[in-house]
């Protein structure tokens, strides 16, 4: 069995050193080579292969499927959905991972927003230093687009850790209308993030502005 694994993984890999992302039509090797699985034991190895090239290959088109159409690019949407992360505030913006539930164009399933602070809000840093929590649901008018990250030899490859966390587009929320928090959601993982800013928050309070916190 362990043999099996390590050529399961071996087909993960495999696929992720493609230069180019295979078509849709490779996919058919996964039912192909199931069979054998219940078949002829010698044949279980390149079995496992095939299945976990055929499996990385459906999991990479699945996520780029989910990202954002370009003609919703650089326009105006309102959308209502629930941050789904811990958000990270910055000296004069606030990011956090959405999920929207509804808007009128179709959008990724997790999108990456930041609030920024403006002029008018210099005299009430409060706007920005939490006005979000993981769990929350808002509607937002955001700008959004595709996912997007420089391509420098050896620096951090930005789109990818996108696509490693399912995010489908990045954007900004506008100040068109005015956000409204509508209430909360009470999943599993919320619970998490919210335990998580309590972590965070406690660091804060004990710590201060320090490199230790």
């Known amino acids: 069995m362990t043999l099996v694994i ?17 078509g849709t039509g490779w996919l058919g090797l996964s039912a192909f080579f199931l ?8 044949l279980y190895l390149p079995a496992a292969f095939a299945i976990g ?22 326009g105006d949407i309102e959308v209502v959905g629930v941050v789904s992360s811990l958000p990270a505030a910055g000296e004069r913006s606030l990011r956090f991972e959405f999920e929207p539930e509804s808007a009128a164009v179709k959008l990724p399933d997790r999108i990456l927003l930041s609030w920024y602070r403006s002029p008018s ?5 409060s706007i920005l230093s939490a006005p979000v929590h993981a769990g929350e649901r808002w509607r937002f008018t955001v700008r959004l687009r595709r996912p997007h990250g420089n ?10 850790w996108l696509l490693e966390r399912g995010i489908g587009a990045t954007g900004y929320v506008r100040p068109r209308t005015s956000p ?5 959601r009470n999943s599993f993982s919320d619970r998490i993030e919210r335990l998580r800013e309590t972590v965070r928050d ?7 502005e320090t490199p230790a916190s």
Not at 53 to 74: I, N, T, V, Y
Not at 121 to 125: A, L, R, S, W, Y
């Open 6 to 22: 390590l050529s399961f993984a071996a087909g993960v890999l495999f696929m992720q050193l493609q230069p180019g992302l295979p």
């Open 35 to 42: 069979s054998f699985f219940f078949r002829q034991k010698t």
């Open 53 to 74: 090239f055929s499996w990385a290959l459906g999991m990479a088109h699945l996520r780029l499927a989910d990202r954002l159409a370009p003609e919703f690019e650089g």
């Open 121 to 125: 809000d210099e005299e009430n840093p």
């Open 151 to 160: 391509l420098n030899p050896h620096g951090f490859d930005y789109e990818a």
């Open 180 to 184: 409204l928090l509508l209430g909360a």
């Open 202 to 208: 406690r660091f804060k309070r004990v710590l201060g």
